[in-house]
């Protein structure tokens, strides 16, 4: 199983909650009906490489919004870092119990969270080369990866991101590359897993991720 429950502290992360087991059945319960939420986290399950899982509560002072950490992010952690990147070869999911998703006023239930984050686990061990690059445009990472991208759409996607740079940079005021490979990521996220299964629960919806949501 490549889906690892988080039970202790990890570097720079909230806390996870106590019953994490009986949390994660109970998330689930609520998303059993959607084919889509299944086929995520199955194929999250049967991955050579392992996901790891936090679910956590509000913090003040350590990281504690839902997101998504391809395994480059570990590098930033040093030697603690190394050890994660072995544990967590597919990356790290964070779910944040009390902020759930917000669509057309309405409070989703917190399987669309893990849903979604989990989705940006399914994008990155179905294509990691162009996640990590990607990533990198979005945290403006000092090194220009170099990947083997997979395919010409991948390509094109690189082409777009850099289309209004005329080199790497890491200037904090260069958004807008950040900004495109951010939406490059979420929209594809949202469209291929988030929408599906909102729509298999009759819930609202977004189709792009700053769409507020519609039903
Ligand atoms: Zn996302």
Redesign the pocket.
Same mark, same amino acid.
């Given at each position: 199983m490549a889906l690892k429950l988080i039970t202790e502290r990890i570097p720079t992360f909230a806390p996870p909650v106590d019953n994490v087991y009986g949390t994660l059945t109970e998330i689930t319960r609520k998303t059993i009906l959607s084919k889509t939420a299944n086929r995520i986290i199955a194929f999250v399950q049967v991955h050579a490489k392992t996901v790891g899982l936090l679910l956590c509560e509000p913090s003040a002072v350590l990281s504690d919004q839902? +997101?998504?950490y391809p395994p480059s992010q570990w590098k930033a952690l040093g030697e603690e870092g190394a050890v994660l990147a072995d544990r967590f070869s597919g990356g790290l999911a964070v779910v944040n119990l009390k902020n759930p998703l917000n669509l057309d006023g309405e409070s989703m239930p917190i399987g669309i969270t893990l849903a /979604?984050?989990l989705? /940006?686990a399914v994008q990155y061990l179905s294509k990691p080369d162009w996640y990590e690059l990607m990533w990198s445009v979005v945290v403006r990472s000092h090194q220009k990866p170099d990947p083997a991208l997979n395919s010409d759409a991948d390509k094109a996607d690189y082409d777009a991101c850099f289309a209004k740079k005329s080199k790497w940079s890491n200037s904090p005021t260069d958004n807008e590359a950040s900004e495109r490979a951010k939406l490059r990521? =979420?929209n594809e +996220?949202?469209q291929v897993h =988030?929408r599906a299964v909102c729509k298999e629960l009759q819930l609202p919806w977004r189709d792009t991720?700053y769409d507020k949501g519609k039903r």
């Open positions: 839902p +997101n998504y /979604h984050e989705g /940006h990521i =979420e +996220n949202v =988030e991720y």
